[in-house]
């Protein structure tokens, strides 16, 4: 994608950083530099069918947690396990205002 004279300006006071490690990414087109990516623990079938979470077995449907209480969602996906980098960069995002991560966010999901 093509950055706008207003980004490229922005981008010389505020370079784009990685969401992971939180350096200043050399590629200015790049989200994420690829050895952080890599490092994002992936959520691979098989998951709950309602909440999302890694099942150990493809025969279950519903993770401990979600046999155990009701939620008052239907259904939730996440990509990565709430744990250590993507815990810490989705804190980021929801409460140290990081909208900077969106488009990264928005294209690993699609």
């Known amino acids: 994608m093509k950055k706008s ?8 006071f505020y370079p784009p950083r990685c969401p992971v490690c939180g ?5 200015k087109y ?12 992936w959520i691979h079938e098989p998951r709950c069918k309602r ?3 890694p ?9 401990q947690d979600c046999k155990a209480r009701r939620y008052s969602f239907q259904s939730g996906r996440s990509l990565w396990l709430y744990e250590k980098k993507a ?3 989705t804190l980021d995002y929801k409460y140290k205002n990081k909208r900077e991560y969106t488009d ?7």
């Open 5 to 12: 004279c207003k980004d490229k300006i922005l981008d010389l």
């Open 104 to 110: 990264f966010f928005v294209d690993e999901m699609i």
């Open 87 to 89: 815990k810490q960069m």
């Open 55 to 63: 099942l150990e077995s493809p025969v279950r449907e519903l993770c």
């Open 23 to 27: 350096n200043i990414l050399e590629d």
């Open 30 to 41: 790049a989200y994420v530099h690829k050895k952080c990516r890599g490092t994002l623990p």
């Open 51 to 53: 909440c999302g979470k």
